[in-house]
């Protein structure tokens, strides 16, 4: 079994900061590129951050400045860190990797089951 655990949300004021872990675990062969999506209620789930096998890495621009993500592939983990954060900023973060379980299979997308951020005074 493939699976993605996230971990690091939390409630936190405005202004604060909190570290996004998602470490990916199981039949995995290479992951080609892992990202952070969220999902604020009542809307739909977004693209926060990606990172690419080759290391380039793609932000939204509400959180450029603010939010880094960063991988270790020698632990199959992809972080999210997330400074000066904002009301707007609440919602469930969820991880996403593409990967090949085995040698000559299909790349396939796996999902973490989220993590709730809550920025709130």
């Known amino acids: 079994q493939v699976q993605l655990v996230e971990s690091g949300g939390g409630l936190v004021q405005p202004g604060g900061s909190l570290r996004l872990s998602c470490a990916a675990s199981?039949?995995?062969?290479?992951?080609?590129?892992m990202g952070w999506y969220r999902q604020a209620p009542g809307k739909q789930r977004e693209l926060v951050a990606s990172?690419?096998?080759?290391?380039?890495?793609n932000c939204q621009d509400s959180v450029k400045g603010r939010f880094t993500i960063s991988r270790d592939n020698a632990q199959n983990t992809v972080y999210l860190q997330m400074n000066s954060l904002k009301p707007e900023d609440t919602a469930v973060y969820y991880c996403?990797?593409?990967?090949?379980?085995?040698?000559?299979?299909?790349?396939?997308?796996?999902w973490g089951q989220g993590t709730q951020v809550t920025v709130s005074s």
């Open positions: 996403n990797a593409l990967l090949s379980r085995y040698r000559y299979t299909s790349r396939e997308n796996y």
């Open positions: 990172i690419s096998s080759d290391g380039s890495t």
């Open positions: 199981g039949s995995i062969f290479r992951i080609y590129g």
